[in-house]
């Protein structure tokens, strides 16, 4: 039969059209026609809601294909205005590393790290690996490619995963990783590796009671991570920081206490400046006053050194015998515990893995009172049982329950809350 020319001329053109397999052999790595990247990214839209809302110059955005076996990768770099592409082996640049052939199609993978800008790629196991773990949010998206024409375009439509959240201090001297953030309800996270066919693997070597790194971002620290799985069922709106200056381990505290407020996936929450009364020291030697709803002084109470093997820090003479409770200037009433429970705001919380009560006065003091048996604990007090000279009250709690009187024999032993004052 005679073939037609017009026919034969579409079916050839039809082979060599972008959306069908490549003729080129599939041993072929490097093309001699250079591949020209028209590549965007698109700003999620929580973005607006976030410390970081936009891309700066400088940001770049790591792309991993399916197709193509680690580490070789693009990068995108932005000049304030649009978006450079650079082929890299490993830590080189190489023109033509991905060795794309024209006609080739697969998937992108795109990864933004916030401070990941100067990060190299290497490959582990025929993963790509990052050359440091950030734990921060990243930005992720995938896009189908096609190489048309010796050319990729496209625009990834940058997103946040889900129950990341942002906490931002501002700081006019900050420099990465300068402090640390503990927040029960958050934890630190960061990408592991991008498997061969572009899925994300994060870590999983931090734990909910693990401090967060800070990142130095425009004056101030830029905190991030995960929300706890079990944040939903286990805090009671309300949630603890603990801020350490890594330099010397000083911690200072900071209580949100608002029933109904919890945490959301993409929350930017901006916790008081450096500097901020707002802010409470922690130690041994450090102390708060409790105040009540109607302003009623509540008495100055030593805070929590809860970071050290005893709750309560070093001396002895904060923990006792109750036979020598009495002996001791400044251990608590019954009135004075009493009075604190009545008069302010009670919640259970967990700062660095340490569950406890946190007795809140109403101008912003707070006073953490750790479990001593896990989720239970109490504060002692030197007043004895009435009609039982052998016992002594004590203000028991559990995380579940609120605080209630009990009383133990006076040969028990438990660290103790003293107080810098009289009878409130």
Not at 109 to 135: C, I, W
Not at 258 to 282: C, I
């Amino acid at each position: 039969m005679k073939k037609n020319p017009v026919i034969l001329l579409a079916m050839c053109a039809a082979l060599l059209s972008c959306g069908k397999d490549s003729l080129a052999p599939e041993t072929e790595s490097v093309v001699a026609t250079p591949i020209s990247f028209n590549l965007a990214a698109n700003h999620p839209d929580e973005g607006t809601k976030a410390v970081k809302t936009g891309w700066e110059s400088g940001d770049a955005i790591f792309v991993f294909f399916d197709n193509v076996a680690a580490p070789r990768h693009l990068k995108m770099t932005f000049d304030g205005t649009s978006w450079k592409s650079t082929e890299y082996d490993g830590d080189t640049p190489t023109p033509g590393a991905l060795g794309l052939a024209n006609g080739a199609s697969g998937s992108m993978r795109a990864v933004f790290l916030p401070f990941g800008n100067d990060l190299t790629v290497s490959v582990s196991e025929g993963r790509f690996v990052f050359s440091k773990v950030q734990y921060t949010y990243y930005l992720t998206a995938t896009l189908n490619y096609t190489v048309c024409g010796n050319t990729v375009s496209g625009a990834f439509d940058m997103k946040i995963p889900a129950d990341y959240v942002q906490f931002y201090i501002e700081d006019s001297e900050a420099v990465d990783e300068a402090y640390t953030l503990g927040c029960d309800a958050v934890i630190p996270t960061g990408i592991a590796y991008i498997s061969s066919n572009g899925t994300i693997k994060e870590t999983t070597d931090k734990e909910y009671s693990d401090d967060l790194p800070g990142y130095a971002y425009h004056g101030g620290y830029l905190f991030s991570g995960l929300i706890l799985s079990t944040y939903y069922t286990t805090y009671y709106g309300n949630y603890y920081f603990a801020k350490t200056k890594v330099s010397d381990q000083s911690r200072e505290d900071y209580f949100v206490s608002q029933f109904g407020l919890r945490l959301q996936s993409h929350d930017a929450v901006k916790l008081p400046a450096n500097g901020s009364g707002s802010w409470q020291k922690v130690g041994e030697t450090e102390s708060v006053n409790l105040r009540s709803k109607t302003d009623q002084d509540l008495g100055t109470w030593f805070t929590c050194n809860y970071g050290e093997t005893v709750p309560e820090g070093a001396d002895e003479n904060k923990r006792y015998s109750f036979s020598a409770a009495t002996s001791i200037t400044g251990t608590p009433t019954y009135d004075q515990l009493n009075n604190m429970i009545e008069k302010t705001q009670k919640n259970p919380v967990s700062i660095h893995g340490q569950w406890g009560y946190v007795f809140a006065g109403y101008t912003g003091t707070f006073l953490f009172i750790p479990g001593q048996y896990g989720t239970s604990g109490g504060i002692l007090s030197c007043s004895e049982y009435t009609g039982n000279t052998s016992l002594v009250w004590d203000l028991e709690f559990n995380t579940n329950t609120a605080p209630s009187w009990a009383t133990n024999p006076k040969y028990f032993t438990w660290p103790l809350r003293l107080l810098d004052t009289t009878t409130p």
